[in-house]
């Protein structure tokens, strides 16, 4: 006699299967399908989150993906270069980055699909970026950017930034001076100190760093929205039935998790700011004091025309084809998100 337990597995299977084809042997769910809620046993996603790793730990929240039947292999991985050279050798399913990697996915030939997006809750009182200013530099506005050497980098956030701030004081690359050069740990104070740059932008927690080290050195802010937070993913790993029911499970507790780090910021300090990244407890402190807590948007709406606009702007820069981003999200995880924060989702996009 068939068993109960037999028969709701059939169910599962059924229900998991539902909107998939088959090419090959191998079950392809189709992107307009409805996400399955059964997660497959044995089912791994490959994730580059490290702050949301910390933060599942020290929470607790954990134990809602192993109760799920989720099962993460962590890489410490985040950014777009590397998750980008890490999506193309098959090592990962998912990154967390800003939006300008799904931009250079897609313009590169990397099909990916944004499944969470993240907001600060008052972006502009809490900006990811400053412009630093070399030493004896007389720079106090946008406007005196005209004629400076500014380190830029074209497949990063900050080159975007660089790009958004000279349109917004009308200016073009034409009255400036980009200077390629990738962004990585220190290579723009160092770059500013040196004066081999006159403008660059820093991530807030360098700034204090930068202005104690360099006498005469300064900074300003851009007055631009640089908030953008996602997780992307490879196409086909949403397009893997199995996979993306875990997704959908951890879409969900990403979120729990998020709403926990703003209520637990010390408890996010020690988890990930000293434990993973190797801050001290007072740098870890600087870091909070100039982040605001993260919002999660109730619509992607807003967050979808900015990154158009920003597309938008690359593609006439940098001379890369025109993009819709509306290809490049995966909306059915809008409302995961949205029904796991509940009615602490954000209206009005945080603005």
């Not at 998939?20 to 490959?46: E, M, W």
């Not at 720079?139 to 830029?152: E, N, P, Q, V």
């Not at 390629?180 to 991530?203: C, E, F, N």
Request: glycine share 10%; with cysteine.
């Amino acid at each position: 006699m068939t068993s109960r337990r037999s028969i709701a597995g059939a169910a599962a299977l059924m229900a998991l299967l539902a909107g998939c084809s088959h090419s090959g042997g191998k079950a392809t769910l189709d992107l307009s399908a409805a996400l399955p809620a059964q997660v497959p046993t044995g089912t791994v996603i490959r994730i580059g989150d490290p702050a949301i790793q910390a933060d599942l730990q020290a929470s607790g929240l954990d134990k809602e993906l192993t109760d799920a039947g989720v099962r993460i292999e962590w890489a410490n991985i985040s950014g777009g270069p590397q998750s980008i050279q890490a999506f193309r050798g098959n090592k990962l399913d998912c990154g967390s980055v800003a939006d300008i990697p799904s931009l250079f996915a897609a313009w590169t030939g990397t099909a990916t699909k944004i499944v969470f997006q993240a907001v600060t809750v008052d972006p502009l009182k809490f900006p990811t970026y400053e412009l630093g200013v070399a030493p004896g530099r007389h720079i106090s506005s946008l406007a005196d950017l005209r004629g400076k050497k500014i380190a830029y980098s074209a497949g990063q956030a900050q080159g975007a930034l660089v790009l958004r701030v000279l349109q917004k004081a009308g200016l073009t690359q034409k009255d400036v001076q980009l200077i390629d050069m990738t962004s990585t740990g220190d290579t723009y104070m160092t770059a500013l100190g040196g004066k081999a740059v006159d403008v660059a932008p820093l991530g807030t927690t360098q700034v204090a760093t930068y202005l104690g080290k360099y006498p005469g050195s300064s900074a300003i802010a851009t007055g631009i929205r640089d908030d953008a937070s996602t997780l992307y993913c490879l196409t086909r790993a949403v397009q893997d039935p199995a996979k993306a029911a875990a997704l959908k499970t951890y879409v969900g507790v990403r979120t729990k998790a998020l709403l926990w780090q703003n209520e637990h910021p010390q408890e996010y300090a020690k988890a990930y700011l000293e434990g993973n990244q190797g801050l001290s407890p007072a740098a870890a402190q600087a870091y909070l004091d100039v982040h605001g807590k993260v919002g999660i948007p109730a619509s992607w709406d807003a967050a979808q025309a900015r990154l158009q606009a920003t597309a938008d702007l690359l593609a006439a820069e940098q001379d890369h084809r025109k993009l819709d981003v509306s290809t490049l999200a995966d909306r059915r995880f809008e409302q995961v998100e949205a029904a796991a924060a509940g009615d602490r989702v954000v209206t009005g996009d945080a603005s």
